[in-house]
T-cell receptor, first 115, second 115 residues
Framework: EAGVTQFPSHSVIEKGQTVTLRCDPI?????LYWYRRVMGKEIKFLLH????????ESGMPNNRFLAERTGGTYSTLKVQPAELEDSGVYFC?????????????FGPGTRLLVL | GNSVTQMEGPVTLSEEAFLTINCTYT??????LFWYVQYPGEGLQLLLK?????DKGSNKGFEATYRKETTSFHLEKGSVQVSDSAVYFC??????????????FGSGTQLTVLP
């Protein structure tokens, strides 16, 4: 079974540009999460999809971040325009629908550097 | 709100030394507790978990016991190996009546094991 995949693995962009990150969850996982780790600090929650619906987006830092999950499969996270403080590692995770304490399976992350 | 406080790193040990990484949490109710590990160049992997008080999670020689009285979930291993060198994250998921919830992470502890 394929794990959670993320693309790209690294991205270097200039301030003001746009970047789109993609996450493919494990097949059949309805829950999809985005997290990020900035400057070696703790990993922070961004948002949670259940299928194609946003269940919780309380961690999204501002309106420069837009997440979508069309069709309830893969998800994209767009940052537009990117700022220096957006640099960090963006993780995606997925879990099964019915498990209350479902293990979240993480992807390898996308390392974003904004110059 | 929920929070996780984790032992500051980095931690450097010699092979076969005893490892403890402290983790304490603040949460309402009865959260589930996790340790995730990130090996160099890889994504986060679940190391072990515990879902109720006094549960002990174990995997790959690592153990952690859910202590509600001290709100702790310390990670231990009796004899570390060079291959255990990684970043370790303590995390919690709040109690839920049925649906999945986001993880709250500690800041991570970098472990380096020297031969």
């Amino acid at each position: 079974e394929a794990g959670v995949t993320q693309f790209p693995s690294h991205s270097v962009i200039e301030k003001g540009q746009t970047v789109t990150l993609r996450c493919d969850p494990i097949s059949g996982h309805d829950n999809l999460y985005w997290y990020r780790r900035v400057m070696g600090k703790e990993i922070k929650f961004l948002l949670h999809f259940v299928k194609e619906s946003k269940q919780d987006e309380s961690g999204m830092p501002n309106n420069r971040f837009l997440a979508e999950r069309t069709g309830g499969t893969y998800s994209t996270l767009k940052v537009q325009p990117a700022e220096l403080e957006d640099s960090g590692v963006y993780f995606c995770a997925s879990s099964q629908a019915a498990a209350r304490v479902g293990t979240q399976y993480f992807g390898p992350g996308t390392r974003l550097l904004v110059l | 709100g929920n929070s996780v406080t984790q032992m500051e790193g980095p931690v450097t040990l010699s092979e076969e030394a005893f490892l403890t990484i402290n983790c304490t949490y603040t949460a309402t109710g009865y959260p589930s507790l996790f340790w995730y590990v990130q090996y160099p160049g890889e994504g986060l992997q679940l190391l072990l978990k515990a879902t109720k008080a006094d549960d002990k999670g174990s995997n790959k020689g690592f153990e952690a016991t859910y202590r509600k009285e001290t709100t702790s979930f310390h990670l231990e291993k009796g004899s570390v190996q060079v291959s255990d060198s990684a970043v370790y994250f303590c995390a919690l998921s709040p109690f839920s009546s049925g649906s999945a919830r986001q993880l709250t992470f500690g800041s991570g502890t970098q472990l380096t094991v020297l031969p």
